[in-house]
């Protein structure tokens, strides 16, 4: 019978290679020993594999604070602990307009166990649909128009768009239903006050709330703000900075595309959505850290009224580090209406836009915006200005520097400064802003008028006094009207800058950013030679394509303007559905 050969003895590098237990010998206690001995071994040869669990939470906050909305509520799914740490994330801006749909999504975020916690901004749309409601005829026509006046565009920009036929009155009639609904359900809010009370329930449930947006007619959607204090993310389909938080966000009036001129109420832009977002915040008794609001029709300011204002907010401003704050000293003119107006009817319009900006220029002289600054020592971006004044009358300006600043009044963390359609003097000025030249960073001046001196002085003063060179940022926009100081020039400074948020800046108005900026630009850019007066063309006339600033900003973003709106495109209103919140 056939045995099987002994085995030779293996060399030594075998044997070194073999597993431990077929060395040793094969008792089940010896063999259980050696493989506890060889598992802790193991253990202290091979480190142990990091989970996200032994993050510290700090570095876990961090990670959440970059990540889009819906990877956070897949990050709350893991377990418990990042469950919580997610819910910080989840929601910290909320973007919402005067709609049924808004307000019930605000009211299921207030009901939740965590999320009203950790709100830390609201922004506060105020487009609503203009009133009186359209009838259907009306409805059609607006669209019929809107349709014409896109093909045209397009057309001069020989875009395929221009051969797009018009929307079926069958589609134009679907969208009448929609805006029927919707405008409804707008004047039963308005008609009960049902904006208020909401906001009054919501709000008192968002105890770390901080920031307060109030936005009509499109200001802060195109570069007003700097980044937010926090980094927060926009559910509106923001790029994470405080300019783009409704640029980009859509809206429940989208579906509506011939009504593009959508703004506040007429004579009373952001007034009623000021005053009951504010209202809400003296019922919480919540100190901000960042208020910003524009357009706010100037009436909001008269105290005499008896209406809720910044004056019944008590002690609630003190903390504040960001101001801002557009007003509109006179009533809105739409655009049409100036098209279609004979002479007597732009006659009796100017007259009215006269006589609300003489009566803002009297509650101004009060010091109505004075004394409410003046009480907030603690700032640290300070934005305020008057937009469209009276265009017939260039010199009328609804206010004066002393009038909305304590000009003797130092703001020790003071880093950015923007002051819009104000008039002053040369010497207010500089006294001022030279006064925080240790911290301030930004300078803006924007349609400012310097009564009986010249902007050829304050430049050279500004840049000697401030040392620009070492600032971020020095610019001026729109118009600079000012007054030869010397004995034979005693005429008439007048020069256009042009805008970077509409038509674009003018060649000067880098001239003279960089004369700020570069210590190698001795001569003062401005000079009586280079002088330029206000383009009369008008950003909605019909033949804006041929303004000298055609091209500046893209021909997609000037189509829109032109159609009366910004086309807020992105991932969807954050409200259309509350449940998706949880």
Not at 521 to 535: A, F, G, I, Q, Y
Request: glycine residues 6%; contains cysteine.
């Amino acid at each position: 019978m056939w045995q099987p050969e002994e085995p030779a003895n293996p060399p030594w590098d075998t044997i070194l290679n073999l597993p431990r237990k077929q060395l040793q010998p094969s008792s089940d206690s010896t063999t259980e020993q050696n493989q506890q001995t060889d598992t802790q071994m193991h253990s202290e040869q091979e480190p142990k594999k990091l989970t996200l669990l032994d993050l510290p939470p700090e570095i876990l906050h961090h990670v959440c604070s970059h990540l889009p909305l819906k990877s956070v509520r897949s990050f709350r799914l893991t377990n418990r602990l990042l469950g919580e740490i997610g819910a910080c994330h989840a929601l910290p801006e909320l973007i919402f307009y005067l709609h049924t749909t808004d307000f019930a999504a605000l009211r299921s975020i207030a009901s939740h166990p965590i999320y009203p916690r950790y709100v830390r901004s609201l922004i506060y749309g105020c487009d609503i649909l203009p009133t009186p409601r359209l009838n259907l005829k009306q409805y059609v026509h607006e669209c019929r128009r809107m349709e014409k006046r896109r093909a045209k565009m397009h057309a001069r920009h020989a875009c395929d768009e221009a051969n797009r036929p018009p929307k079926p009155l069958s589609e134009v009639k679907e969208s009448y239903r929609e805006y029927k609904r919707v405008h409804q359900a707008q004047e039963e809010i308005t008609s009960n006050d049902l904006d208020y009370q909401i906001l009054k329930e919501v709000v008192g449930k968002m105890t770390n709330l901080q920031e307060v947006m109030v936005s009509s007619d499109f200001e802060f959607r195109l570069g007003s703000l700097t980044s937010s204090s926090h980094g927060g993310r926009h559910y509106g389909g923001g790029s994470g900075t405080k300019n783009d938080a409704l640029r980009n966000c859509r809206t429940p009036f989208d579906k509506l595309d011939c009504l593009t001129s959508l703004d506040g109420e007429k004579g009373q832009e952001g007034v009623r959505h000021l005053r009951a977002i504010l209202m809400a915040v003296k019922e919480a008794g919540i100190e901000l850290k960042s208020l910003c609001a524009g357009l706010i029709h100037w009436s909001f300011f008269n105290e005499a009224l008896g209406y809720f204002g910044f004056h019944s907010m008590g002690n609630l401003l003190t903390n504040l580090t960001r101001f801002e704050l557009l007003v509109l000293p006179g009533p809105s003119q739409d655009p049409e209406d100036l098209q279609h107006a004979d002479a007597i009817a732009m006659n009796n319009m100017s007259i009215d836009v006269m006589d609300e900006i003489f009566r803002c220029q009297g509650l101004m002289r009060t010091g109505v915006i004075r004394k409410l600054v003046s009480g907030m020592p603690n700032l640290e971006v300070l934005s305020i200005g008057f937009m469209d004044h009276a265009e017939d009358n260039d010199f009328i300006f609804p206010a004066r520097l002393q009038d909305v600043i304590p000009l003797d009044h130092t703001f020790p963390n003071l880093e950015s400064l923007k002051l819009e359609g104000l008039e002053t003097e040369r010497q207010e000025l500089t006294d001022f802003v030279v006064r925080h030249k240790d911290s301030l960073m930004k300078l803006e001046l924007r349609d400012m008028r310097l009564v009986t001196t010249s902007w050829r002085k304050l430049l050279p003063e500004l840049r000697y006094e401030l040392k620009t060179e070492l600032m971020e940022e020095v610019s001026i926009y729109g118009m600079a009207l000012g007054m030869g100081e010397e004995d034979d020039d005693q005429e008439l400074e007048e020069w256009f800058m042009g805008d970077p948020e509409d038509h674009g800046a003018t060649e000067l108005a880098t001239r003279v950013q960089k004369y700020f900026m570069d210590p190698s630009k001795t001569d003062c850019p401005l000079s009586r030679e280079n002088m330029e007066p206000v383009p009369d063309d008008d950003l909605m006339d019909e033949d804006i394509m041929d303004h000298p600033f055609e091209g500046v900003i893209p021909e997609d973003e000037l189509a829109e303007l032109i159609l009366g709106g910004m086309n807020f495109q992105g991932e969807g209103n954050p409200f259309d559905d509350p449940s998706t919140f949880f």
